[in-house]
């Protein structure tokens, strides 16, 4: 099992950063695939940026240019540096990491820290 805890949240004004967390506990995340996804209200949830287990990264076509992910092994921890906020950033953000171990999916979210761009 891996208990996955979001912070960094907030408020922040348009044009502002903000830097979230995800702390991982119960086993080791290394050789997990780890993501970042939101969820805006009324709207589905959506991918906004992750990383495989071979180290490719990907970011929803919204965030390219302004989001950047990143993991600390050291820490058991995955980040998600966000620059240029807008409006339409304003979300739930989750951390979720995911594998196939045996041949059973293993997939874990946390519970969301909320971010809210507005002036």
């Known amino acids: 099992q891996v208990q996955l805890v979001e912070s960094g949240g907030g408020l922040v004004q348009p044009g502002g950063s903000l830097r979230l967390s995800c702390a991982a506990s119960g086993r080791t995340i290394n050789g997990f695939n780890l993501a970042w996804f939101r969820q805006a209200p009324g709207k589905e949830r959506e991918l906004v940026a992750g990383?495989?287990?071979?180290?490719?990264?990907k970011y929803g076509d919204s965030v390219k240019g302004r989001f950047a992910i990143s993991e600390d092994n050291a820490k058991n921890a995955v980040y998600l540096q966000m620059i240029s906020l807008k409006a339409e950033d304003t979300a739930v953000y989750y951390c979720?990491?995911?594998?196939?171990?045996?041949?059973?999916?293993?997939?874990?979210w946390g519970q969301g820290t909320q971010v809210t761009v507005s002036p």
């Open positions: 979720n990491v995911y594998a196939i171990v045996g041949g059973r999916l293993q997939d874990y």
């Open positions: 990383i495989t287990r071979g180290g490719l990264i």
